[in-house]
């Protein structure tokens, strides 16, 4: 069984949303999408600055089997990467809600988020597709 | 619902993510495919390929049905025990299955000297082994040979360096030294298993063929003894950083062995042996091979992949209407590298670096010759 941690927000893409206590949105890929995916070898993190629309691919995680877009839940302007996973992908896989976590933004409506999965709507979505 | 293996629970209870593979529900991984991978290239690995088809073949014609039916000449089998890896082809000179044929034995010689008891094993690919079994018996009409598919028996795969010292230690003390024994692709009926030092990872080791009914008491010893269960992940970045092919991938009924790296497997002499397909080789060879297989390593970050499309340095302003184009075949990420490698189809010409179309970015890619991790050959020959 894959985990959801309470706390945080999810996306029905299988992306979660931790809100910072200075109001920037940590986001990253679900336990469910890592196991999906299989040993990640290249996550490409987008550039610091950029803009991005909910639901614009603004991450590639690749793994042996496949490479896959990750989608952003909410819009904003990146504000950092984590740039460690350019040499250790594999922090996704063995931690994907807290050294894994890919970018922080910065949300153009911090309500936003509220519109997103709770964690009990998202473990209904994954147990659904058969975790 | 897909078609279980005797060790399909035993799959389960460990934990391993199970996926539908050309019908069957087998292990992708038990965990992590990169630590799979890295234990049979350090130590030793076990795979479940008992989806493969294991084909006996006996009969006072079984020989010169084989010699028919495959590419490679089974005139080299003249001591039991010994394997041959070969293709069977349609009359276009097409793949329809690589295989490995054992010589088991021939009971019959003794007592009358002809040599109507011989007995062969044929295993081919578990994607493959209905359309294979259908096409051998329709080969086989009219001849003395009979064809006995063994679903009584499991196949395991036990590769790496430690991999034969690891199965001595499950047998007995005497069928140890018998195992132990065995020269490269060689085989032998060991108490209730049939071992052959063969396999598909480029490590040494065995492919053991034993009783459905003991697989899993197998498995688990071995597993007691540190020998880690590998899925199908590892299984495919194995045999790709060995240059092994697929097939269904890298070779299939649509392209000959000419242009997918398995000349080697084709014996033209003795020129009497009319084996299937040899009308249509010969006449490739007489009008040239336009098409070949090839390795490539990706210099860059990024993962080529099947169906990407390749397109040859030189290919110049006639890139675009076809000419230099090619396409991979198979790809993937090699744990031991840590890069991209690939084996892809392109026009014979093609040399020194292509471009790969990886998810819309025109990628360069060197070309090598496989295989692409130099694996030590320890051991006796």
Same mark, same amino acid.
């Given at each position: 069984?894959?985990?959801?941690?309470?706390?945080?927000?999810?996306?029905?893409?299988?992306?979660?949303?931790?809100?910072?206590?200075?109001?920037?949105?940590?986001?990253?890929? +679900?336990?469910?999408?890592?196991?999906?995916?299989?040993?990640?070898?290249?996550?490409?993190?987008?550039?610091?600055?950029?803009?991005?629309?909910?639901?614009?691919?603004?991450?590639?995680?690749?793994?042996?089997?496949?490479?896959?877009?990750?989608?952003?839940?909410?819009?904003?302007?990146?504000?950092?990467?984590? +740039?460690?996973?350019?040499?250790?992908?594999?922090?996704?896989?063995?931690?994907?809600?807290?050294?894994?976590?890919?970018?922080?933004?910065?949300?153009?409506?911090?309500?936003?988020?509220?519109?997103?999965? +709770?964690?009990?709507?998202?473990?209904?979505?994954?147990?659904?597709?058969?975790? | 619902?897909?078609?279980?293996?005797?060790?399909?629970?035993?799959?389960?209870?460990?934990?391993?993510?199970?996926?539908?593979?050309?019908?069957?529900?087998?292990?992708?991984?038990?965990?992590? *495919?990169?630590?799979?991978?890295?234990?049979?290239?350090?130590?030793?690995?076990?795979?479940? !390929?008992?989806?493969?088809?294991?084909?006996?073949?006996?009969?006072?014609?079984?020989?010169?049905?084989?010699?028919?039916?495959?590419?490679?000449?089974?005139?080299?089998? *003249?001591?039991?025990?010994?394997?041959?890896?070969?293709?069977?082809?349609?009359?276009?000179?097409?793949?329809?299955?690589?295989?490995?044929?054992?010589?088991?034995?021939?009971?019959?010689?003794?007592?009358?000297?002809?040599?109507?008891?011989?007995?062969?094993?044929?295993?081919?690919?578990?994607?493959?082994?209905?359309?294979?079994?259908?096409?051998?018996?329709?080969?086989?009409?009219?001849?003395?040979?009979?064809?006995?598919?063994?679903?009584?028996?499991?196949?395991?795969?036990?590769?790496?360096?430690?991999?034969?010292?690891?199965?001595?230690?499950?047998?007995?003390?005497?069928?140890?030294?018998?195992?132990?024994?065995?020269?490269?692709?060689?085989?032998?009926?060991?108490?209730?298993?049939?071992?052959?030092?063969?396999?598909?990872?480029?490590?040494?080791?065995?492919?053991?063929?034993?009783?459905?009914?003991?697989? *899993?008491?197998?498995?688990?010893?071995?597993?007691?003894?540190?020998? !880690?269960?590998?899925?199908?992940?590892?299984?495919?970045?194995?045999?790709?950083?060995?240059?092994?092919?697929?097939?269904?991938?890298?070779?299939?009924?649509?392209?000959?062995?000419?242009?997918?790296?398995?000349?080697?497997?084709?014996?033209?002499?003795?020129?009497?042996?009319?084996?299937?397909?040899?009308?249509?080789?010969?006449?490739?060879?007489?009008?040239?091979?336009?098409?070949?297989?090839?390795?490539?390593?990706?210099?860059?970050?990024?993962?080529?992949?099947?169906?990407?499309?390749?397109?040859?340095?030189?290919?110049?302003?006639?890139?675009?209407?076809?000419?230099?184009?090619?396409?991979?075949?198979?790809?993937?990420?090699?744990?031991?590298?840590?890069?991209?490698?690939?084996?892809?189809?392109?026009?014979?010409?093609?040399?020194?670096?292509?471009?790969?179309?990886?998810?819309?970015?025109?990628?360069?890619?060197?070309?090598?010759?496989?295989?692409?991790?130099?694996?030590?050959?320890?051991?006796?020959?």
């Amino acid at each position: 069984m894959s985990q959801v941690p309470s706390g945080l927000r999810y996306s029905k893409t299988h992306e979660w949303v931790r809100v910072m206590p200075d109001g920037l949105l940590e986001i990253g890929i +679900t336990d469910h999408a890592q196991r999906a995916l299989g040993d990640l070898v290249f996550v490409e993190t987008p550039e610091p600055g950029r803009r991005v629309s909910a639901g614009e691919p603004y991450a590639v995680v690749e793994s042996v089997k496949a490479a896959s877009d990750v989608y952003c839940p909410v819009a904003g302007e990146i504000a950092a990467a984590n +740039t460690e996973l350019a040499s250790a992908p594999e922090r996704i896989n063995q931690s994907p809600y807290e050294a894994g976590w890919i970018a922080r933004i910065r949300p153009d409506d911090a309500a936003a988020v509220a519109k997103l999965l +709770t964690p009990e709507q998202y473990s209904k979505l994954i147990e659904a597709e058969g975790d | 619902m897909g078609r279980r293996t005797p060790l399909y629970e035993l799959h389960r209870s460990l934990g391993a993510r199970l996926i539908d593979f050309g019908g069957w529900d087998l292990p992708l991984t038990y965990g992590s *495919q990169l630590d799979e991978h890295h234990a049979v290239r350090k130590a030793a690995g076990l795979f479940d !390929v008992s989806h493969m088809g294991i084909f006996d073949v006996r009969g006072r014609d079984a020989r010169a049905l084989l010699e028919r039916l495959i590419a490679n000449d089974v005139g080299k089998l *003249q001591a039991p025990g010994k394997a041959l890896y070969g293709c069977m082809l349609n009359e276009s000179g097409g793949v329809v299955d690589d295989l490995i044929v054992y010589y088991l034995d021939a009971p019959g010689e003794a007592h009358d000297g002809l040599r109507d008891g011989e007995r062969f094993r044929v295993v081919v690919n578990g994607a493959t082994r209905e359309t294979d079994l259908t096409w051998i018996r329709s080969q086989a009409r009219g001849l003395d040979a009979e064809i006995i598919e063994r679903v009584d028996l499991a196949l395991i795969a036990v590769q790496g360096p430690e991999a034969r010292a690891q199965v001595a230690r499950v047998l007995a003390p005497g069928e140890a030294a018998a195992s132990l024994a065995l020269g490269r692709y060689r085989a032998a009926q060991i108490g209730d298993l049939y071992i052959a030092r063969t396999g598909y990872t480029g490590e040494d080791g065995f492919e053991v063929m034993l009783p459905a009914a003991q697989a *899993q008491d197998v498995w688990q010893r071995l597993n007691a003894l540190g020998v !880690v269960s590998c899925g199908l992940g590892a299984r495919d970045t194995l045999r790709l950083e060995a240059g092994l092919n697929l097939y269904g991938h890298d070779m299939d009924a649509s392209t000959h062995p000419f242009e997918s790296r398995l000349g080697w497997t084709v014996a033209l002499e003795p020129r009497a042996r009319r084996f299937i397909g040899r009308e249509a080789l010969e006449a490739v060879l007489a009008r040239g091979i336009d098409r070949k297989l090839i390795g490539l390593e990706l210099d860059g970050r990024g993962v080529l992949r099947a169906g990407q499309r390749v397109i040859a340095a030189d290919a110049g302003p006639r890139a675009g209407s076809g000419h230099g184009q090619g396409i991979v075949t198979s790809g993937t990420f090699s744990p031991t590298l840590q890069r991209s490698i690939a084996l892809a189809r392109v026009p014979a010409a093609t040399a020194g670096t292509v471009r790969v179309d990886v998810r819309g970015k025109l990628l360069e890619a060197s070309v090598v010759e496989p295989p692409f991790v130099h694996l030590s050959t320890k051991g006796s020959p």
